[in-house]
């Protein structure tokens, strides 16, 4: 929670979006996302020739290639 408290404080938002965007992300987004361990295991038994995960502010994303 401190990553995501941090990137929306300064993200511009309003005082109540920020609270509600934080109130989302705690009871709903958090229990339900993928760490990076767990997309590597996800993805390393599929077979793409390359596979890379970047971490972006407080996500991920995901590159494949056949």
Known sequence: ??????????VGLSRWDRWITRLTF???LLRRAY???AMQ???AGI??????IDIIDIG???WLEK
């Open 60 to 62: 991920m994303e995901v």
């Open 35 to 37: 760490t990076v361990e």
């Open 47 to 52: 077979g793409f020739a390359k596979t890379r």
């Open 41 to 43: 295991q996800l993805i």
């Open 1 to 10: 929670m401190t990553e995501i408290n941090r990137y929306f404080d300064r």
């Open 26 to 28: 705690r009871l709903m």
